[in-house]
């Protein structure tokens, strides 16, 4: 008995980064000798389908996901899925991260930030182009690799004293970044953590001991016309130790 028709439970389904959905393929008639359909996503990097019809939702962007006869008929039904970015979640054992209005990334919790290869890793990466401020959480220890890169309209950022280490390339290309302040605690910034934040006007670095710096953290910065300020029982060090020794102007502060 052949196969006459098919149809799913959804025709169109909107979903969240992350999220799963089963969809349910009827077949008509009841009777038919041959039920069993495969499953196809027309863009499996946005949302994948496996032999038993759950979907997962990957990346945002939309994908049609298409069940077809197996009986020879080659019959079909389609979903439409929609998948929305996520606007919070986990971005560390035990950190969490959500955004405000596209324009306000909050991290909270107590412990490091997870290390990303890339800016496209990020989880808040789809907002790279709006986020304005960002506000660290007090208990965070570490800032991530990659973890702003890209943020180029991003105009301010919080960083908690118990921060000990700024990852690789943490805030490459925040080109509308004008100052920043890195708290005492910080013992490590890694390589082009700064790296092509042209808008950089003033640093404040409240660090006694000189935090471990690559050479090219402030890669393609003119940090001679960059004014670092630094506590005034340590100017000696920082005018002496590169990179900082490459600021045009270097003050000390009362502490």
């Not at 080659?74 to 606007?87: F, K, N, Q, Y």
Request: with cysteine; charged share 20%.
């Amino acid at each position: 008995i052949d196969v006459e028709r098919i149809t799913l439970n959804k025709q169109i389904a909107e979903l969240i980064v992350g999220d799963e959905l089963k969809l349910i393929a009827t077949i008509s008639p009841d009777n038919a000798t041959d039920k069993s359909v495969s499953w196809i996503s027309s863009n499996s990097d946005i949302v994948s389908v496996n032999s038993n019809g759950e979907v997962f939702a990957k990346s945002h962007g939309t994908a049609t996901i298409t069940a077809v006869t197996k009986d020879g008929s080659d019959l079909s039904a389609t979903c439409v899925v929609t998948v929305s970015p996520a606007i919070s979640g986990i971005c560390g054992s035990h950190l969490t991260w959500r955004i405000i209005d596209k324009e306000d990334l909050i991290i909270e919790g107590a412990g490091s930030m997870t290390d990303y290869t890339n800016e496209d890793e990020v989880p808040w990466n789809i907002f790279a182009n709006t986020i304005k401020q960002v506000v660290v959480g007090k208990g965070v220890t570490t800032i991530g690799d990659f973890a702003f890169s890209g943020c180029t309209n991003l105009i301010a950022i919080d960083i908690p004293e118990s921060l000990r280490s700024l990852g690789s390339c943490a805030l490459q290309g925040c080109i509308n970044l004008t100052s920043i302040s890195l708290p005492e605690s910080v013992e490590r910034i890694g390589e082009s953590a700064f790296s092509g934040c042209l808008g950089l006007v003033e640093i404040f670095s409240y660090a006694k001991i000189i935090p471990m710096t690559a050479s090219n953290v402030f890669e393609y910065v003119d940090v001679e016309k960059v004014t670092l300020y630094v506590p005034g029982v340590a100017l000696h060090n920082y005018k002496t130790t590169t990179p900082w020794s490459r600021f045009g102007m270097i003050k000390g502060m009362d502490m």
